[in-house]
Every structure is written in structure tokens, then in C-alpha cells.
């Protein structure tokens, strides 16, 4: 038993070997200095490029499964309100992706955001407070 338990050990090596040597020859997209930077900020100093990839790696499949789940957000909303108007044909089938579905997206990993309300639309937008009286 010690002994098979021991070959598990050594292909174990082997794999992790070779997964980290793959790290450092994959191009991921978020880059090295970046994934420093904010572990530098963080109080985390690591002379080890592997570790930084490894943590490059993990936080771009967090991106990528925060940005699928918003997708399906985006896609259910949509489809709510094409069933509301099913009288009129959307010629426009893009999605539109808004800050309500990334953030009901990221509430499902615990990370809640609280996004400012955009005033844009108010008529005194952008006007001086004096003139407002007026």
C-alpha cells in the first residue's frame, strides 16, 4: 500500500511539474505586472512568476464565468420583455448587457455591488445651480 501510495506521489509531482510549466508558457490575458501590482497592493510579494500565473489563471476563469452568468442575466431579461411585446417584432436581436446583470451575476459569488444612479437623463443635468431657478 506505502508503495502505490508512494507512485501516486511521484505522478502527482509529475503533473504539477507540468502544469506549471504550462503556465509559464501560455499567454493568458491578464498580465503579470497587473496580477503584481494588485497582490503588491494587497500586502502579497511573491518572486515567483508560477504563483503569479496560477493566480492570473484563477482570476480569469472568475471573469469568465461572472461574465457567462450576466450573459444568461441578459438573456433572460431580454426575453421577458420580447414576451411582454409579442404584438411587436424586434428587428434588433443584439444583447444588450447592463450593470443590472452583471451585478445580479456577481451576487451569486457573494460580491455585491452598489453602482451610483446615472443622473443623465435629468434636464438639469450639467446646468449651474444659480441658473436653476430661474
Known amino acids: 500500500m506505502n508503495q502505490n501510495q508512494g507512485g501516486n506521489d511521484a505522478r502527482h509531482d509529475d503533473d504539477s511539474a507540468l502544469t506549471f ?9 491578464i498580465p503579470d505586472e497587473l496580477v503584481e501590482h494588485y497582490l503588491g497592493k494587497s500586502g502579497f510579494q511573491c518572486p515567483d ?15 469568465a464565468e461572472v ?6 442575466q441578459c438573456k433572460a431579461r431580454q426575453s421577458a420583455v420580447v414576451k411582454d411585446k409579442r404584438d411587436k417584432q424586434q428587428k434588433d436581436k ?6 443590472e446583470d452583471l451585478s445580479k451575476a456577481l451576487r451569486e459569488y457573494g460580491v ?11 434636464p438639469s443635468t450639467g446646468i449651474d445651480p444659480a441658473s436653476r431657478d430661474e
Open 49 to 63: 512568476v508560477r504563483l503569479i500565473r496560477l493566480v492570473a489563471v484563477a482570476t480569469q476563469k472568475f471573469v
Open 112 to 122: 455585491n455591488v452598489k453602482h451610483q444612479e446615472d443622473f443623465a437623463d435629468n
Open 67 to 72: 461574465a457567462g452568468d450576466a450573459l444568461q
Open 21 to 29: 510549466s504550462l503556465l509559464l508558457l501560455t499567454t493568458l490575458l
Open 94 to 99: 443584439r444583447l444588450i448587457l447592463s450593470m
